[in-house]
């Protein structure tokens, strides 16, 4: 297994190549022209949707006169790192670019309107969400996506941890996935794990009404240069990543003013314990339906 992100790999490299092709003054056509192949393959090379054969890197450092050996050497590297195997491949989960991003951030921030976010989960909410899934997922991918999930969570704790701040519509906090004790025990370990030094939970009460984001969810993720920071978007529709400078700066700007219009860290872990201990004391009951 790679000990970095083959996913943040194949962006770095994306990036570089792309600087190195505007700073020629050079069209994707022409590139395509000299690799003899798709104008989409030089694009998802670009991008990191794919990753770059040694044989493609070397030969776009020769049409973009790359003459620095220490410099064709990082890209080389770039290249086989960047088909190495993460440690959440094995899982084939259906999001693993973003598991693949996400390893490597240095800032992530998430903004959740209906359930807990994956980094702050325990097994059993989890599991009730997967199991609440369509279609139906059988009880071994279950296990498989439950595991990858708690496998996530090392990040908060390793040596030199990304900063996670998550902000939370107050709904997230009464949706009981799992029922009253599953819920009880999630929000205790939201506590626990706001008490980190890199953690930090908001949530917006419903008294706030309406708000920027009511209707969506989304995570931002900056990654070390020259990576570029991304945002992704899921749904029933898929996930969608969205990378441009005009897209980043508005979502900063969207949860920036989340935070703002948040309780304050002390005030959301006031309101998360009381409703945890409505959970405990059976205020909360599991609806039918």
């Known amino acids: 297994m790679a000990e970095g992100s083959p996913t943040v790999r194949r962006r770095e490299l994306g990036a570089l190549l792309r600087r190195l092709r505007e700073e020629r003054g050079m069209s994707v056509k022409q590139v395509t022209e000299h690799l003899m192949c798709s104008p989409s393959k030089v694009s998802r090379i670009e991008t990191g949707q794919r990753g770059a054969t040694l044989r493609d890197v070397r030969d776009l450092c020769n049409f973009y006169s790359v003459t620095d050996e220490v410099e064709r050497e990082r890209l080389m590297r770039l290249a086989r790192e960047g088909k190495e195997q993460g440690w959440w491949q094995p899982y084939d989960l259906p999001y693993s670019t973003y598991v693949g991003l996400e390893a490597e951030a240095r800032l992530i921030r998430d903004y959740q309107s209906s359930v807990v976010p994956g ?62 004790r599953v819920m009880s025990a999630q929000l205790r370990k939201i506590l626990e794990l706001s008490a980190l030094p890199n953690v930090t939970v908001q949530v917006i009460p419903y008294a706030v009404g309406a708000h920027p984001a009511v209707e ?60 945890r201990e409505r959970y405990e004391t059976g205020l909360i009951a599991r609806q039918a339906g």
């Open 119 to 180: 980094l702050l989960q325990t097994a059993d909410y989890a599991r009730a969400g997967h199991e609440g899934a369509m279609p139906r997922l059988s009880s071994d991918v279950i296990d498989q996506r439950v595991q990858a999930r708690l496998a996530r969570q090392a990040l908060l704790t390793q040596n030199a941890p990304p900063k996670f701040q998550t902000v939370l519509d107050e709904a997230v906090l009464h949706r009981a996935v799992g029922g009253p």
């Open 216 to 275: 969506s969810n989304f995570n931002l993720l900056q990654l070390a240069p020259p990576a570029p920071g991304v945002i992704f978007v899921e749904g029933l529709v898929g996930s969608i990543y969205l990378e441009r400078e005009e897209d980043l700066a508005r979502y900063d700007r969207i949860f920036t003013r989340l935070q703002e219009i948040s309780l304050n860290p002390k005030d959301t872990a006031d309101l998360i314990a009381e409703i």
